[in-house]
DNA sequence: TCGCCCCTTCGGAAATTGTGATGGCGTGGG
DNA sequence: CCCACGCCATCACAATTTCCGAAGGGGCGA
């Protein structure tokens, strides 16, 4: 049994003719005999008196209608469901930070995502960039904030903005740093960051650059961590320009370095996974960022 | 989208592997694989995650899981609420009688009727052997006992047994009645009935074989209309054997009549008709009738 | 890196469904 | 009384759909 039997036995019970019921249901009349029939095999009951005037319900058939009724509304009410559905997001999506939320105007792409999908539960795990890259690759996290270059074929990534870096100094230390030479400041205990984060990278390229190492104290791979360290006095560390200021326990020395890229980065074989797509439409607006040709298209 | 859409969506979402769902709805994978690619197209969601281990449900499938559920079952519904009217007898039966309930056996056919059809109802038409007959051609009866041959090729007749005839004489015309020669009879009043009643031909053939034409008096189509007038003293009438028994007002002749059958007919096209051979089974039952080779055929 | 498991896709076979023509049957009008 | 009409059942054949086995790609664990 199926549902278009049900279909045109309803049709039938309906209009009382098979020619009618046919027309109706845009099929031959053959066709609806053949159903009523199969049908009243499978059921192993009579549906329809065939009279010369039409078919006629049996009292069997009419108890039966309400209940055939009922079963091609559930199986409406699925499609109905579903088109509700259809381009609503549900379920979750899990977001890696690796900064503050502040930087990362969290607020507004939570404030997006909240309006345009309100039945999307939308997490926001920190994290750094060293988690957050692994993370996204095993689908722990659907995309990630991550600092630096990524070369990863695997990744789509998102370019959001240049992070501009310093070397921050804790005020305790202020009285030993009387030069911004590299070389001299090498000498100073410095935080490290670990391997995996940018602020790795470009700590190397500045004293790679001028032949020199620093003196290793401490590996923090938590931005807040670092920045906690730095003030406390552990030692020199690289940070984002401006966490400093206005700041009494720490101060931003003038040396030049290389910015960073704060990029956002997803599995590239999601791209189109409606998910992604709805989160990279937020991030979007929120960072002023045209989508790829791809989502342009579909924006239409 | 059809039944088997849903059947294999719950049965995917129940296996979690489309090769076990497969196995289960005795199938093949790619049948399976069919189905909810195609159910996913006409609903416009996706169902399931591919995932390398099998497939899992998304969020959206998940909601709609629970409302395939239920169309599936009202549609199962459908089917064993059919199952259980299978043999069962419902609607109404109109039976015509054309004399009365005691000597027809109708409580035993009642009782017979209720205790196997419980919701079918049956319903005892007073009539004649005149009215029946029409009425069963045309619908308005489904089966009627009549009496005397019956020679319409559209009709099923089953014998029931022979009624004996008599001729009834009211008491208040004993003195009257010194002779049972049929030639002195004639010369008396007599209640007629009309010419489709078979007392009638009962009557002409008494009478024809003595060369005789009897009083008409009135005519009574009705065989209690017949009993009450010739108690009243109308006149003579035919009437059944054994009707005057111990009767003060009505007395029988000792005069030989042939005697006419009792039979149940119905039309010939429905002999197959559930209704029908099931009243035909339990007024076997009651009047100790073997059924016709067809049904006893069935009945095994 | 190999083997395994799982899903998707593909071409052709098989089953099901649909179509138009035809016939029986009963009804109502001429 | 006969014929024409409307309705449904049946039939042979065509169209569509469904199904199957084989092959392919991708991820995972050994």
């Given at each position: 049994m199926e549902l278009y039997h049900l279909r045109t036995f309803v049709a039938v019970a309906e209009e009382k003719h098979l020619?009618?019921?046919?027309?109706?249901?845009?099929?031959?009349?053959?066709?609806?005999?053949?159903?009523?029939k199969a049908l009243e095999e499978t059921l192993g009951v009579?549906?329809?008196?065939?009279?010369?005037?039409?078919?006629?319900?049996?009292?069997?058939?009419?108890?039966l209608l309400p209940r055939a009724r009922q079963a091609l509304a559930a199986?409406?009410?699925?499609?109905?469901?579903?088109?509700?559905?259809q381009d609503e997001l549900i379920g979750s999506v899990r977001i890696?930070?690796?900064?503050?939320?502040?930087?990362?105007?969290?607020?507004?792409l939570q404030a997006g995502l909240a309006e345009h999908y309100p039945r999307l539960e939308?997490?926001?795990?920190?994290?750094?960039?060293?988690?957050?890259?692994p993370a996204v690759r095993v689908g722990k996290l659907d995309a990630a904030f991550v600092t630096g270059e990524i070369d990863d074929p695997s990744m789509s990534v998102c370019f959001l903005c240049d992070e501009p870096l310093v070397i921050g100094a804790p005020a305790s230390l202020r009285d030993q740093i009387t030069?911004?030479?590299?070389?001299?400041?090498?000498?100073?205990?410095?935080?490290?960051?670990s391997p995996d984060c940018s602020h790795f990278a470009a700590m190397r390229a500045l004293f790679d650059a001028?032949?020199?190492?620093?003196?290793?104290?401490?590996?923090?791979?938590?931005?807040?961590?670092?920045?906690?360290?730095?003030r406390a006095g552990v030692g020199l560390g690289i940070v984002r320009a401006g966490?400093?200021?206005a700041d009494a326990q720490a101060y931003e020395l003038p040396v030049a370095l290389p910015s960073v890229p704060l990029q956002f980065v997803y599995l590239r074989k999601r791209e189109n996974d409606p998910l992604i797509r709805a989160v990279m439409h937020q991030l979007g607006a929120v960072w002023g960022i045209e989508p790829p040709e791809a989502m342009a298209r579909e924006a239409g």
């Open positions: 020619t009618r019921a046919a027309e109706r249901l845009f099929t031959s009349q053959p066709a609806i005999s053949a159903h009523i009579t549906l329809f008196d065939r009279t010369p005037k039409g078919m006629r319900l049996t009292p069997v058939g009419e108890e199986a409406s009410a699925v499609m109905q469901h579903a088109k509700g559905l890696g930070l690796n900064t503050d939320a502040r930087f990362l105007r969290l607020t507004a939308v997490a926001m795990l920190t994290g750094s960039t060293g988690t957050n890259l030069s911004t030479e590299v070389a001299d400041l090498a000498r100073l205990p410095w935080v490290y960051t001028h032949c020199c190492e620093p003196t290793r104290m401490l590996i923090a791979n938590q931005e807040d961590a670092l920045v906690e360290m730095i966490v400093f200021a």
